[in-house]
């Protein structure tokens, strides 16, 4: 049996939780959005801002957080990790 990897896995959750592409950071925001924790697993944390429809994204690699941006974001402007 395959063992699935943890972006795998998020993005699973990600498009079960959400309907509709979602906006991903990595990054805390500094406005002081309200936010809750919808997923912490594997090291992972991710928080929703349910009044501007966003997450972010703490704890995977980078080549883990671009993967999923692609999957999830769908073209909605997403911050990408670059160097």
């Known amino acids: 049996m395959k063992k699935i990897s943890r972006a795998e896995k998020i993005i699973k959750f990600l498009k079960e939780y959400f309907v509709s592409p979602i906006q991903c950071f990595y990054t805390r925001n500094t406005v002081g959005d309200y936010m809750y924790n919808i997923y912490n697993e594997d090291n992972v944390k991710i928080d929703y801002a349910p009044d501007y429809n966003y997450i972010e994204i703490f704890g995977l690699t980078k080549d883990e ?15 990408i990790w670059e160097d």
């Open 65 to 79: 957080y671009n993967a999923i941006v692609k999957e999830v974001s769908q073209g909605r402007v997403s911050a």
